[in-house]
């Protein structure tokens, strides 16, 4: 399974090891599904990661080696070059692209993507589920 994790999964992973958003990042690192990013996604993380309000969780030179890690892990494919308006906020527009082109879900805490009427936008906790169902 190919699943999209959104940058807001993963910068909730990188400020605390306990959570779904930090399990789902596990699962990926496990091998459980196989991680997909674009470099538009890392971009995203990087930038999110440097604001000032995270200094308290990580330094800058470990924001900057999480972003690398997750570069590394992930199976990079190409920003998605057509990106129609498909949420409130167009600046996740990608992320729907991308989920539509080269990933089997994607997995966000963002309303403006989980209340979007598709069954493959999912919850990080609705992930675990759907992975540990197809374990079995």
Known sequence: MRIVLDP???VSAALSSKGPSAQILAEAREGSFELVACPALIDELGRVLRRERFRS???IEDSIR???A???LATSVANPTQVPSATRDRDDDYLV???GSSADLLVS???DLTDLDDARIVSPRAAIEILRAAGQ
């Open 8 to 10: 807001n999964v993963l």
């Open 57 to 59: 969780y990580l330094s």
């Open 66 to 68: 999480y972003v690398e």
């Open 70 to 72: 997750i570069a590394r």
């Open 97 to 99: 692209a991308l989920l």
């Open 109 to 111: 805490g963002d309303k």
